[in-house]
């Protein structure tokens, strides 16, 4: 059987006093930072958990800032073809209203050629006719008279 002699004796309290030293000096310290370990990890996943929290709102934010610049580029390329129209009808109007007051200039200064013309040949028919029947008569018709006798003749013939 066992046999309890003294050695026995001293070693169970030589390994109670060597618990109580290990429970002062390693035990605590060692359950200490255990516990400070415990803390750090968990703090670290807190920080982790946050860090993702703001990770996933600026990607929201970034992902709403780049739908706001597509839409803001999408108005501007809408605006720049509007633009862009508007200056085409303005450009068409304005080559249309240029056509059109050249159209008019012209018809105009044709009008006014042609009354020049008809009145040169008229001054030429009274000139010519006051010569024709001067010399008919055997005289010279100078008077004012005369010459706007002639006219409404010519006039007459003219018309």
């Given at each position: 059987?066992v046999?309890?002699?003294?050695t026995?004796f001293?070693q169970i309290i ?5 618990l ?14 255990l516990?400070e370990?415990?803390?750090?990890i ?5 920080s982790?958990e946050k860090t993702r929290?703001?990770?996933e709102?600026l990607k ?7 739908e706001?610049a597509r839409?803001e580029?999408a ?6 073809t509007?633009?862009?129209?508007n ?7 304005q ?20 009354q020049?013309a008809?009145?040169d040949?008229r001054?030429?028919?009274i000139?010519?006719a ?6 008919v ?7 004012a ?6 006219a409404k ?7």
């Amino acid at each position: 059987m066992v046999d309890f002699d003294a050695t026995f004796f001293a070693q169970i309290i030589n390994f109670i006093i060597l618990l109580g030293i290990l429970g002062k000096f390693a035990f605590k310290p060692l359950m200490n930072v255990l516990d400070e370990r415990a803390n750090r990890i968990s703090n670290d996943l807190d920080s982790a958990e946050k860090t993702r929290v703001e990770a996933e709102e600026l990607k929201a934010q970034y992902t709403k800032q780049m739908e706001e610049a597509r839409n803001e580029a999408a108005a501007i390329v809408a605006k720049a073809t509007q633009n862009a129209q508007n200056i085409e009808a303005e450009a068409r109007t304005q080559a249309q209203a240029e056509k059109d007051q050249m159209i008019s200039a012209a018809k105009q200064n044709i009008e006014n050629e042609k009354q020049q013309a008809l009145a040169d040949v008229r001054k030429q028919v009274i000139a010519l006719a006051t010569e024709i029947a001067g010399k008919v008569v055997s005289q010279k018709l100078d008077s004012a008279e005369d010459q706007a006798l002639v006219a409404k003749t010519a006039d007459a013939v003219l018309n």
